[in-house]
């Protein structure tokens, strides 16, 4: 069994879902499980859908209007017979968004957002399994709520393993080709959870890890995992092979080329995860493995819209191990991520990302005890494998106003003069 992952760009219309079929054809009379996320920007649209359902502002209606039109463009361009019964399917499950966005919402946002928001995978999962089947790559398309459980935390669902090693065993058995969705999963009670934004890449590795899959593939719309984000800098390298450890040290700083919680898994069971292009998927990619072995090149992880926060006692006292474990208290309970920190004699400094709701909130409780310097437009750059000509390169024409370094890797809160 082998299992692939193909991302929201990768079926962002009719011309890269055919492009996904001519993929698959690289892998005749292979054992696949085929984990797609929503088509292009779908979840983005199925946020706004869900605010403005939840919270009664916008026009939710005019909302899903777009979607439905988005992919009733796509399935036109696929399936030029207008009486295939995909555009009955399709439809049908339109109306059954329409309805949930009538009816009362659920108790909580965030059990409301994963109803609403999780229909972005099944959509697409529908349309891409019929299309291959038309096209001759014949798949069974399965509901992954049958298989991924979690508990009912909502918009970050936490796996239950036993359950879902015990249900997967059925899908380890199928023969041929599985089309199932990604980011989803449903509770004991049957409601439908997600495991986080961008969550995927999760999924693939869940999969993988309870069928003893022997390889996971992520198709993206880069080479392989590069030592930059092409976004940020023109010369960036390919890293033909990453070891688990670095890929999970990247993706923890926040590189989104895979989701963080993508190793772990794989690690586990030592399945290797392969990055390739889905323009290119000719060549190689990379390979990341248990090979053991510090980067020939640095790697940079730009992070922008950071907030850097300087939390003092307000009396002159030391930070001690108390105030930490306080401060530290009201992170966790905010659910904010700290991406780096440093502690001095009387100042604690984090950097987090900005967030008009939470970060307001946060500072306001920390202001009862604490002095709070606040500061916007930050950029967070990481560095590994660094060395000093790598952080001159990044840090000139700006202040550094934090530095954080351990032996193999470099953070610096910068802000432009
Ligand atoms: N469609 C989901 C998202 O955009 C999951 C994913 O793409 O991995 O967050
Ligand atoms: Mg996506």
Not at 218 to 235: S, Y
Not at 280 to 307: A, H, M, R
Not at 356 to 373: C, F, I
Request: charged fraction near 25%.
């Amino acid at each position: 069994m082998k299992v692939l992952k193909f991302g929201g760009a990768s079926v962002k219309d009719a011309g890269s879902v055919k492009n996904v079929a001519r993929i698959l054809k690289l892998f005749p009379d292979e054992n696949l499980i085929v984990v797609i996320s929503a088509m292009g920007k779908t979840t983005n649209s199925l946020e706004r859908l869900s605010n403005a359902y939840y919270y009664k502002k916008g026009n939710p209606r005019q909302i899903l209007d777009e979607i439905k039109k988005f992919h009733i463009d796509i399935v036109e361009g696929l399936f030029p017979d207008k009486t295939h019964p995909i555009y009955n399917e399709i439809n049908n499950t339109f109306v059954e968004l329409d309805w949930a966005i009538e009816g009362e919402p659920a108790p909580s946002f965030d059990q409301q957002y994963d109803q609403i928001v999780s229909m972005g995978e099944v959509i697409s999962t529908k349309i891409i399994s019929a299309y291959l089947n038309e096209s001759g790559i014949k798949n069974k398309w399965e509901d992954i709520r049958d298989f991924i459980k979690t508990d009912n935390t909502y918009r970050e669902g936490k796996v239950d393993w036993k359950k879902t090693q015990q249900l997967s065993q059925a899908l380890s058995k199928t023969k041929g080709l599985v089309i199932t969705q990604g980011f989803i999963g449903g509770t004991s009670e049957n409601y439908t959870t997600t495991l986080g934004r961008e969550g995927s890449d999760y999924t693939a590795a869940i999969l993988a890890y309870c069928t003893n899959a022997e390889s996971v593939t992520i198709w993206k719309d880069v080479p392989g995992v590069l030592n930059a984000d092409p976004k940020w800098f023109d010369d960036t390298h390919l890293i033909e092979q990453l070891s688990y450890l670095d890929a999970i040290e990247l993706s923890y700083y926040g590189a989104t080329v895979i989701h963080p919680k993508t190793i772990k898994p794989l690690q586990n069971k030592q399945i290797p995860l392969y990055v390739r292009s889905f323009i290119k998927p000719d060549e190689k990619g990379t390979v990341i493995n248990d090979k053991e072995s510090p980067l020939p090149i640095p790697c940079f992880i730009f992070k922008v819209g950071q907030v850097l926060l300087s939390i003092s006692p307000k009396d002159f006292s030391f930070i001690v191990e108390q105030n930490l474990s306080d401060i530290f208290k009201l992170f966790a309970d905010m659910g904010i991520k700290i991406n780096t920190m440093q502690s001095s004699a009387i100042s604690f400094s984090v950097c987090v990302d900005i967030d008009e709701h939470k970060v307001p909130n946060l500072v306001k409780k920390l202001q009862e005890k604490y002095r709070v310097l606040y500061n916007e437009g930050m950029e967070l750059v990481t560095i590994r494998y660094y060395n000093q000509e790598t952080i001159d390169r990044v840090t000139t024409g700006k202040k550094i106003l934090l530095e954080v370094k351990s032996r193999y890797t470099v953070q610096l809160v910068v802000k432009n003069i």
